[in-house]
Every structure is written in structure tokens, then in C-alpha cells.
């Protein structure tokens, strides 16, 4: 239930582009044109040729370009980083560098995180919901295997629910559904003002650049997000303070900190839409989760039908502890 903020807690106080079959990236403008393909380190130090691809999404008045990086052959699978403050899809490097021998990973940014477009605006759960929508519907022919991290699964449970063909797999790694202060009490009112200062031009941009610095950030790695500090090297906690430093990074962010994003209002609602899915659901859960979200997600885990697996880590265990969550995912997602 709750989701990283990796901001401190004191805060408390329509597509444009043609369908492409799976398997195919196209050069936006250049009809027929695979994506530029580069090649980048993994995780292992092997050398990863990666399909360097865009989305392009309308959502109301709003225009978003969405990264999109494809690895590997096979059947696809999408997986969706977690939602938060420093939210990019290269925290989900390991799991692409361990599934890519077997299918096709599509990694991508959220709508105003990470590389894709930050529109300044109030973002909501419907944005994010709909986006996973028509990027599912647009991109595959057919039921396509997902593992959500954090956040991002209250989104994908939601969709295998109200459109049960999207999904034949469902892996949900360490899932949450609720914003930090909504799992910490804050009562709506103030989550409202808060969201309101965090947006503002001046005041917001000055409240979210202290909240955003590399010290927090460390801070909130080691309290909930990781469970030891050997990735926390400075030039981790950089580039991951370089996420936040977009002009107007604070949207996204204050949306999600105040529960804006929240998909869904109880935790009854969640499990009946995992009991409606039609696709076979797997829990992850790590082995060193704060409590209160611990309860959330074995609450998920016990719904009738859904597999469960245990893994090191907390929070962040599919960027910290990648490799082995991979290994829990992949006999799931091979079935």
C-alpha cells in the first residue's frame, strides 16, 4: 500500500502513430524505418543492443513523447517501473539484462517522469491509467505478459480487470496502490494544499528542489526504498537527483506524494478487481517490506488463484536486488 515517495516524510506535517506488430519499432516520420538501435552496458557488462523507440500520446490538450526501448527476441514483455520522485525505466535494467535471453523486454517512462514528456499540469490516476490502455491496445496483437513494480501495479491490475485481454501474464513486484500520504493519514485537505504549494511556480519549485536534494534522497533510499547502501554510490544519488532536477519534475512527483495518482480508494476494491482478471497473477514480495505495506501486499497474495514469490528486498527490489527478482519472475512468465 505504500508507495515510495523517495521524498522525506516530514512532508507530512488518441495515439498518433500506426499500429506495429510486436516485435517492430518504427522511426517516428519515417514509415517502415526500425528506431535508431544503440548499444548500451548492462548490468552484467555485456554489450545490450537496445531499439531506441517513441510513443506519441494525446491525453486531452496534452502531448506526451514516450521512450521506448525493446531488448531481446522472443514473445514480449512490458514491464512498467515504479512510480516516484526519481521514476526512469533504467531501474529495471537488471530484470531486462536477465529476461532478454528469453523474450522481448519493452521498457518505458511514465507520462511527466523519467524521460518522457513533463507537461505542468495535475496529474491523476485516470492519466496513467489510460495511457497503460492505449499503449497496451497500440502496441500488441494480442494478450502480452507484464511485470509492474510498486506503483505502477495498482494500474496494471485495474486494466486486467476492466479489459481482461490485455494481459496473459501479471507479475506485480513488490505492488502498491496507495500514495505516501495517504498510507501515512494525511487527511485530504491538507494532501490537497500541499499538492497546490509543490505545484506553484516559485514557491513549489524551491519547497520540491530542497525535498529533492541528493542528502534526502539518500535518506529516503536507505529508510524504505533499498535495504543496504552498496548502490548508493555518489554518482547513483546523482544521477538520480539529475531526475528531479527537470523544470518541472515537481507535477509528476506532487501528484503522486499526495495520492493524486491513487487509481483506487480501498484496498476491498483492488482485490476484487485481481479476483475479476481474467490473466494469471503473481505477487513478489520482498523479504524486508515495511510493515504497514507488507500487510497490503500479502493481502494480494492471498486472493484465490494468485501465485506468490519471495525475493530480497524492499521497495526498490527490482532495481536493487533485479537479478533475483528476475529469477522469481521468469518461471512465472515462461508458464
Request: charged share 20%; net charge neutral.
Amino acid at each position: 500500500m505504500h508507495s515510495c515517495s523517495r521524498l522525506p516524510c516530514r512532508l507530512a506535517g488518441s495515439l498518433h502513430r500506426a499500429r506495429v506488430p510486436v516485435g517492430v519499432s518504427r522511426c517516428p516520420g519515417r514509415p517502415g524505418h526500425l528506431a535508431s538501435r544503440f548499444v548500451r552496458e548492462a548490468v552484467s557488462g555485456t554489450p545490450v543492443a537496445v531499439d531506441s523507440d517513441s510513443f506519441e500520446w494525446k491525453y486531452k490538450d496534452n502531448d506526451f513523447t514516450i521512450p521506448v526501448d525493446v531488448v531481446g527476441q522472443g514473445d514480449p514483455v512490458l514491464l512498467l517501473p515504479a512510480i516516484s520522485t526519481v521514476s526512469t525505466r533504467g531501474e529495471v535494467s537488471q530484470l531486462v539484462d536477465k529476461l532478454k535471453d528469453s523474450f522481448q523486454t519493452v521498457t518505458l517512462d511514465w507520462p511527466g517522469f523519467g524521460d518522457a514528456t513533463r507537461q505542468p499540469m495535475k496529474y491523476d490516476g485516470d492519466i496513467f491509467y489510460t495511457f497503460l490502455a492505449d499503449f497496451v491496445k497500440q502496441r500488441f496483437s494480442g494478450p502480452v505478459r507484464v511485470v509492474a513494480c510498486g506503483h505502477s501495479a495498482s494500474f496494471a491490475i485495474k486494466l486486467a480487470a476492466e479489459s481482461p485481454d490485455s494481459f496473459s501474464h501479471l507479475s506485480l513486484v513488490a505492488p502498491t496502490w496507495a500514495g505516501p500520504f495517504r498510507i501515512m493519514g494525511v487527511n485530504p485537505t491538507v494532501r490537497g494544499l500541499v499538492a497546490s504549494a509543490l505545484r506553484a511556480p516559485v514557491v513549489g519549485t524551491a519547497l520540491f528542489n530542497s525535498l529533492s536534494s541528493e542528502d534526502n534522497l539518500v535518506k529516503q533510499y536507505k529508510s524504505h526504498v533499498f535495504t543496504g547502501d552498496s548502490l548508493l554510490t555518489d554518482d547513483f544519488i546523482a544521477t538520480k537527483q539529475k531526475v528531479t532536477s527537470h523544470p518541472n519534475a515537481r507535477f509528476g512527483a506532487s501528484s503522486f506524494v499526495t495520492g493524486n495518482l491513487d487509481v483506487v480508494e480501498e484496498r476491498e476494491e483492488l482485490l476484487g478487481w485481481i479476483k475479476n482478471a481474467k490473466a494469471n497473477i503473481q505477487v513478489v514480495i520482498g523479504n524486508e517490506m515495511p510493515k504497514r505495506t507488507a500487510v497490503e501486499m500479502n493481502a494480494m497474495a492471498e486472493v484465490e488463484g494468485v501465485e506468490v514469490a519471495r525475493a530480497p528486498g524492499a521497495l526498490g527490489m527490482h532495481e536493487e536486488f533485479g537479478s533475483e527478482v528476475a529469477e522469481a519472475v521468469l518461471p512465472f512468465l515462461m508458464k
